[in-house]
């Protein structure tokens, strides 16, 4: 930055921190890739090629031109039920992933694979039943899955090299880590051959969090990014030295409910409402939901999902009917058999038929939310005493000040009411260019604003 840039800068930091006197917390902004994209590939357990396509190649080159940072593959890119040749740590397609790897490096972004450190196929060969509680077991789909206890020294064995070993061998840039963890405190008696390595508690989970410091320093030294996904909405009392990205949302059925559940984790949290279940107004509630409190949604996109993995013939479904995430699967099967033209869902927790702007919109709002979390900018979230108003926020606005050489506020109102603010700093509307020092904020509305200064 030059003179200029700096002298902005210092001005706006002097500003900021003379008008905020409380907060919910107050971050720096660093090495934070905010637009991520989880990308499918395709209808696993059938056989299908990870190689790209002149599709796939025109979507990532959309995204890089937008600044999309880092690019997600769910399960689909291994071969958990050892169907072709592969397993659960190895690509049933090696040669075409290779390239879908090296196609999204060449725009300049990021990739990182699926993983567990807890998920592991009972019907693997390599299944040691010791490494699992009997009761701990998620069975869905085609799969049964046990949750591998963290405490066990035999499946830390056996894990670790693998996950090192994708890192080394694939060229990644991290992983995700869906940690499939059962509660140790939940057991009736533990395992033969856990060691806990600390108390486990409802608040304290010791054993999980020594092997994620273990996979996220095994990460880090390679430079890569560590996304973790516990359950549901949940943390586990995770914070930002053990993951980089925290994943939260599956099963979630309203988006206010995620935003208050969450709003106070550590950075960076990246949610994803399950839209198999929840419903929005519109596909601007996500933003309005998560902007102000410095997060923003991942991307559900890629190759269309047509639910064809729902009648694969190659594998049992276990519990027939009775599981949820069968029924949908074919559901939406059956809609897109029935209505060939309808708008695509690009994931299995996406709403049916999928939604008509959804990609836009969030290319839109990330238009917007990218310029305002540059590295180095101090953000202070959810304002509560502020000096720039003529009046106390209302218990239903949400306002967060994202600092550097600009000075950049969202106002969030969650309630029905309209706010009026008045504000002796004069205050532009990013969308609609709009200059002044008064604020209408309609209810249930997200304002993008930036500060205009004198001369």
């Given amino acids: 930055m030059d003179t200029e840039h700096h002298r902005r800068r210092l001005q706006n930091l002097r500003d900021?921190?003379?008008?905020?006197?409380?907060?919910?917390?107050?971050?720096?902004?660093r090495e934070y890739l905010p637009g991520q994209v989880f990308y499918n590939l395709g209808e696993y357990p059938l056989r299908f090629s990870s190689a790209p396509t002149d599709y796939d190649r025109h979507l990532l080159q959309e995204f890089a031109d937008h600044g999309v940072g880092l690019v997600q593959l769910h399960e689909d890119w291994n071969d958990s039920q050892r169907l072709y040749g592969a397993d659960k740590f190895s690509s049933h397609d090696e040669a075409g992933?290779?390239?879908?790897?090296?196609?999204?490096?060449s725009f300049g972004m990021k990739i990182i694979l699926y993983a567990s450190t807890g998920f592991f196929e009972a019907t693997d060969p390599d299944f040691d039943p010791a490494w699992a509680h009997p009761d701990s077991h998620l069975v869905e789909l085609w799969f049964d899955y046990a949750k591998c206890s963290p405490a066990s020294p035999g499946w830390r064995a056996y894990l670790l090299p693998h996950l090192e070993r994708l890192m080394?061998?694939?060229?990644?840039?991290?992983?995700?880590?869906?940690?499939?963890?059962?509660?140790?405190?939940?057991?009736?008696?533990p395992l033969p051959d856990d060691i806990s390595p600390g108390p486990e508690t409802p608040q304290c989970h010791s054993a999980l969090y020594d092997l994620l410091e273990i996979v996220s320093d095994m990460i880090h030294k390679r430079g890569g990014v560590f996304k973790v996904h516990i359950d549901g909405a949940e943390s586990g009392g995770l914070t930002n030295d053990i993951y980089d990205y925290l994943w939260v949302g599956e099963g979630i059925e309203n988006v206010g409910k995620l935003?208050?559940?969450?709003?106070?984790?550590?950075?960076?949290?990246?949610?994803?409402?399950?839209?198999?279940?929840?419903?929005?107004?519109?596909?601007?509630?996500?933003?309005?939901?998560?902007?102000?409190?410095?997060?923003?949604?991942?991307r559900m996109d890629g190759r269309p999902v047509t639910g064809e993995r729902a009648f694969a013939d190659n594998v049992t479904f276990r519990r027939g009917e009775d599981c949820f995430w069968t029924r949908n699967t074919r559901a939406i099967h059956k809609y897109y058999t029935e209505h060939p033209e309808a708008r695509p869902i690009y994931d299995w927790w996406g709403s049916c038929p999928g939604p008509a702007d959804a990609r836009e919109r969030w290319l839109y709002h990330f238009d917007l939310y990218r310029?305002?979390?540059?590295?180095?900018?101090?953000?202070?979230?959810?304002?509560?005493?502020?000096?720039?108003?003529?009046?106390?926020?209302?218990?239903?606005?949400?306002?967060s000040l994202f600092v550097n050489d600009t000075m950049y506020l969202v106002l969030a109102n969650y309630g029905d009411a309209p706010v009026t603010l008045n504000s002796p700093w004069t205050w532009e509307n990013r969308e609609t260019g709009d200059v002044r020092q008064r604020i209408e904020l309609p209810g249930q509305t997200l304002l993008y604003l930036q500060r205009v200064r004198a001369g």
């Fill in 16 to 29: 900021a921190n003379d008008a905020v006197t409380s907060c919910m917390t107050e971050h720096r902004i």
């Fill in 168 to 189: 080394d061998e694939y060229g990644i840039d991290g992983l995700y880590d869906d940690a499939g963890y059962y509660p140790l405190h939940l057991y009736d008696a």
């Fill in 259 to 298: 935003r208050e559940k969450t709003k106070a984790y550590d950075p960076y949290v990246v949610p994803a409402l399950d839209m198999s279940r929840a419903h929005v107004e519109s596909q601007d509630d996500f933003y309005l939901h998560s902007v102000p409190y410095m997060q923003f949604p991942v």
């Fill in 97 to 105: 992933l290779a390239d879908f790897i090296s196609l999204v490096h």
């Fill in 371 to 399: 310029p305002m979390v540059a590295e180095g900018t101090r953000v202070w979230i959810d304002v509560t005493e502020i000096t720039i108003f003529d009046q106390p926020l209302p218990d239903t606005v949400t306002a």
